[in-house]
């Protein structure tokens, strides 16, 4: 890694962290629903096979572009798009024992990660 690709991949993302809040605060209209981050990670995760493909096998983009746009623009845009990605590949490669296990995995610590912290938050702030 060099500085160089360090700046595209932090560029890509302040540009992609920026359309995600613009995306999450338009379509966003009420608690009931959260509309706003579904939407934003479908459209991260429909991005990322486009990208992907069209930057592997049909065009001549340079790796710093597509590594400012892969890993900088849709990792702040949405990071499920890599999550997605990553199950597909798991899939494809036919290890359907271990994209099990990641889709699993991911959801299930994802979600107790966030209970845990939210009550260690709770716990430490309410003494």
């Known amino acids: 890694m060099t500085v160089t690709h ?3 991949v932090m560029v890509g993302g302040a540009v992609g962290t920026g359309a995600r809040f613009c995306i999450t605060q338009s379509l966003q209209r009420d ?10 990670n479908v459209l991260g995760c ?19 572009v597509r590594l400012s746009i892969i890993v900088g623009f849709l990792g702040g845009f949405t990071t499920f798009s890599s999550f997605g990605l990553e199950a597909v590949k798991l899939i494809e490669a036919q290890r359907l024992w271990a994209a099990s296990l990641y889709l699993v995995a991911s959801n299930l610590s994802g979600l107790l990660a966030v209970y845990f912290g939210m009550k260690l938050a709770a716990f430490k702030f309410s003494n």
Do not use: R
């Open 6 to 8: 360090l700046l595209a």
């Open 46 to 64: 429909f991005a990322i096979g486009l990208c992907v493909t069209y930057f592997g096998e049909l065009s001549e983009v340079s790796p710093l």
């Open 31 to 40: 608690e009931l629903f959260p509309f706003g981050t579904l939407s934003v």
